[in-house]
């Protein structure tokens, strides 16, 4: 299973990322991703992974503004790290 995180925290990501691979080793990661902008780009030149970890507040906007701008059909699990 292929997963991508969009977090603006490096920390945060990587610590999720590892735990991910703690809990389900089959789930690979395949990008970590910054911000809303990097985001839109990775998903004009990419195929949608099978699930997302997003943060919900990114320095640049609300993730969930990728739901209006994308038609995204994968399970999306969000944490709001404050």
Do not use: Y
């Amino acid at each position: 299973m292929k997963a991508v995180i969009i977090e603006d925290e490096d920390l945060i990501a990587r610590d999720l990322q590892e735990k991910i691979s703690e809990v389900a080793p089959d789930v690979q990661v395949i990008d970590r991703i910054p911000s809303l902008k990097v985001a839109r780009r990775w998903l004009m030149q990419n195929a949608e992974p099978d699930i997302f970890f997003m943060d919900i507040q990114l320095s640049d906007g609300v993730s969930f503004a990728l739901f209006e701008e994308f038609k995204l059909s994968c399970p999306t699990v969000f944490h709001n790290c404050l």
